[in-house]
């Protein structure tokens, strides 16, 4: 019993690597969606950014408002891919892979899992744009490597948390004209109702307690204290928060993706 369960791990494992390495084979292949989709984030950083900036109407303690919005972009733009990365599971849904999936000896939760994990890639590549940039145009990012390998690390877990609710997504919402319409009114909440804009000792008492529920807060904190302010003190609690996130939805994913094929 135990050796099969041990089997059934590396199995899934095997699943999950094979996924990853799909994705960055359909990246390096074509990268034009990536440069595409890089506009949005950069002119965040440049227009509102410089503008914001420059009227100091926003308290950052002492931070440049640029360098305090950077990390929220990235996780914005991390989250954006992450969601509509449903959308390709549609697709295959309609051109019947997934069903191929199915019929496999693959075990359904890695597939949720790889899944979710190859758009977790996908943020990677796109974060391997926005930082270099944002130094470009003045961020002051901490130069030290494990810090940004861990915020890297973090934003691939929360991206791959984002994934898995495009997933349940996909599990309700079959066509692509309807997945999309759903995708932004979820992603436009999660973003301003997170401290990636602003810090949430200045939002008001009620936006301040759905920050406090919100997983992409959580994610700009981490990712805020690794890249910028480098205070590491309420990080233990945001990787907590980050790792019962993608828990809970890779559960959840995994119980709804045998829908969308019905």
């Known amino acids: 019993m135990l050796k099969m369960f041990k089997q059934k791990i590396k199995d899934g494992f095997r699943v999950v690597l094979a996924m990853m390495e799909l994705e960055v084979r359909r990246i390096t292949h074509d990268r034009t969606e990536l440069y595409l989709r890089a506009v949005q984030p950069l002119l965040w950083l440049v227009v509102f950014g410089s503008v914001l900036g420059s009227l100091r109407a926003i308290p950052t303690g002492g931070l440049p408002y640029i360098d305090f919005l950077m990390p929220g972009i ?55 744009f926005i930082i270099p940039f944002a130094m470009l145009i003045g961020v002051t990012v901490i130069l030290n490597p494990l810090y940004l390998a861990a915020a890297l690390i973090i934003l691939f877990a929360a991206s791959s948390g984002f994934a898995a609710i495009s997933i349940i997504i996909a599990s309700v919402l079959k066509s692509r004209e309807r997945f999309m319409g759903l995708g932004q009114v979820i992603i436009l909440p999660m973003f301003f109702g997170s401290s990636a804009l602003y810090p949430l000792e200045s939002m008001p008492p009620f936006l301040r307690s759905l920050a406090s529920v919100n997983p992409m807060t959580y994610v700009v904190e981490a990712v805020r204290a690794l890249l910028i302010t480098g205070d590491l003190s309420r990080l233990p609690t945001d990787c907590a928060a980050i790792l019962a996130f993608d828990v809970i939805l890779f559960t959840l994913a995994a119980l709804s993706f045998k829908k969308i094929i019905e």
């Open 74 to 128: 990235l996780v914005q733009s991390s989250a954006t891919i992450a969601i509509f990365f449903g959308l390709i599971i549609i697709w295959e849904r309609e051109s019947g892979i997934l069903k191929k999936l199915f019929a496999s000896p693959a075990p359904q939760f890695a597939v949720v899992v790889g899944r979710s994990m190859a758009a977790g890639t996908r943020a990677l590549f796109q974060a391997a």
